[in-house]
């Protein structure tokens, strides 16, 4: 031991201070070999195979699915018709309501059906039509 100190520099350190200098060196080299001990179980236990594999998420037999689905349903409204669900509609008309009322001449409400009646027109026939027309 005094050898130890006397290689460090340390032989002509007080009692008290080589009290402590010796506590702390104790203290570490227990340290140490408590790390190295876990270390080496570390290293010397076998791993399960069984924790290296993947575990697959089993899936639900049918009543359970079934169970899911009708709980999801809780709570919410039906499924229909938009015109059904909009019959107790609140505010005021639709745009296209109005343009209903609205007040028109004769003239501009005739080329009105007719630009619609040729647009539906149009995209029937252009739907399958996809070449050229020879003339």
Do not use: C, W, Y
Not at 32 to 57: C, F, H, M, Y
Not at 96 to 107: C, D, I, L
Request: glycine share 8%; net charge positive.
């Amino acid at each position: 031991m005094e050898q130890a100190l006397a290689k460090h520099g340390l032989k002509s350190a007080t009692k008290a201070k080589r009290q402590r200098l010796l506590e702390a060196a104790e203290e570490e080299a227990e340290e140490q070999l408590a790390l190295r001990e876990r270390l080496g179980t570390i290293n010397e236990s076998k791993v399960d195979p069984r924790d290296l594999e993947s575990r697959k998420k089993r899936g639900h037999d049918k009543e359970a699915r079934l169970a899911t689905v009708l709980a999801g349903r809780e709570g919410r409204d039906k499924f229909g018709a938009t015109s059904g669900r909009k019959k107790d509609k609140t505010g005021g008309l639709s745009e296209r309501e109005k343009q209903r009322k609205k007040a028109m001449p004769v003239v501009a409400r005739l080329k009105q059906v007719q630009n619609r009646v040729a647009k539906s027109r149009n995209k029937k026939f252009s739907k399958n039509f996809k070449g050229h027309v020879r003339g």
